[in-house]
């Protein structure tokens, strides 16, 4: 599964009017960390692809999303429901880390 790059333009507009709980990967393309975990994330979207949406966003093409989430390390991962951001994590976490973000919803 291809998942979503989402940017300055339709962030908001895609997390806010996506009804099932999101999760958006904030990567770089030069970050090691980043590309390790990317088929554990690939494997998720796909595994949860009906209960979950998965997006991602390069926080070197858009840093202003990234600013507005603190993201000051990658990957970092931020889950959203109802265009509200709920939590993050950060770090090449395992499968259960990262689906616990959405557990709760």
Known sequence: MKIKNLNETNFMETISNQPKPVIVDFYADWCGPCKMIAPIVEELASEYANDVAFYKVNV?????????YQVMQIPTFASFKGGEHMRSITGAKPKK???DLVNPF
Request: hydrophobic letters at 35%; aromatic letters at 0%; glycine letters at 0%.
């Open 60 to 68: 070197d093409e858009n840093p202003d999303i990234a600013s507005k």
């Open 97 to 99: 880390d990262i689906m």
